[in-house]
């Protein structure tokens, strides 16, 4: 996951895509040592723990959990990772620009 | 139960039910099935404790195979001798409730050791005997992520039994959840495959469509007949699911802090296509 995740953001800088990463194992502070430790660069939101206001909120009960947005803020697929999160992307940057 | 992701190893590990506190005996059954509860809260803690110690030896650096080689060794993995001992306990305590609830502990285990076909067998010998025990609560709650072991339709039909049958409130209510919350994600048609791969497949199906339907009737049942219980206020957030997290539906926004103490919204970012991931190492 995590090794895809960092190429896809690579490969992709300049285009109108975003990853963002809704942390759930806990303070700031820990977060930040993880993300140094994994060399993981991609926004995050801050949500504390797996009952976080946002993780309740999407009633997310299983982890990772992930959700591919259009560029109009639609969701447009659910839980595909990797190559299948890519291609998904691939196909909702084509869009914006056919 | 939460996906392990840390272990990478592609399957739930086995969340140890939280003990019940020792049933009522039933009358007639008198010290003999307080006995079994006891027994069964001993042997219950024993496990919980073996396999605290089992996972323990797991490091985050392992190679894969080395992981499923500890998970495959009998001797190390301590699920098949305990399996063992709480099957002896449910034959002698048959009947009683502490029986039905060391059934319910086998299932999980033969799920979990790709016994599937014993745990088939155990869900319906649950069913036939043991409808009236309070402890089939649990049997919903395992089913609620167990379901892929037992396969989708036979978990929904034992959900559909123990919520018509059982004369427990708290046992309707948990089967009920377990139903509706089966059915919101998985649509009817597909049997067997991953749930992403399935929600994609089936999002705008017509049997997905009525699933969801269902599913919603039962989460506002459990909100309106249950809303005491866990189950009816979580009702809630699968209702927020159906109604604002369906593929088609524009995201709902959110504020959040990033890493830096940043705030941004989730609505800062139109324009752009979206990756959110739900993650975490704990």
Partial sequence: MIPHEKEMVERLQDEPFALIGINSDGDRESLQKILKDNGIAWRQAVDGSTNGPLATRWNVHGWPTIYILDHKGVIRFRDLRDEAMERAVMELLAEIRP | MKRCRRLGLGFALLAVPPLLAAQQAPSGAGAQ????AAELQQLSQEFRQAQQAFYEQFR?????????????????????????????????????????????????MANGAEDQARGREIVDQLLAGYMQSPAMEKLAGQLRYGWYSLGLNRSKDAMRQLRQRSPHALVQAAATFTLAAILMEQPGAVEGASAGAIIQAGADSPAREQDRREARALFEELGAKHADSSYGQSAQAYLFELDHLQIGMVAPDFEAEDEHGQPFKLSDYRGKVVVLDFWGFW
């Fill in chain 2, 60 to 108: 985050e650096d392992m190679p894969q195979e080395e992981m499923a080689r500890l998970f495959s060794d009998p001797e190390k993995n301590p699920t098949a001798r305990y399996r063992a001992r709480f099957e002896d306990l449910a034959r002698r305590a048959a009947g009683t409730d502490a029986a039905a609830e060391a059934w319910i502990q086998v299932q999980s």
């Fill in chain 2, 33 to 36: 099935a307080a006995d079994y």
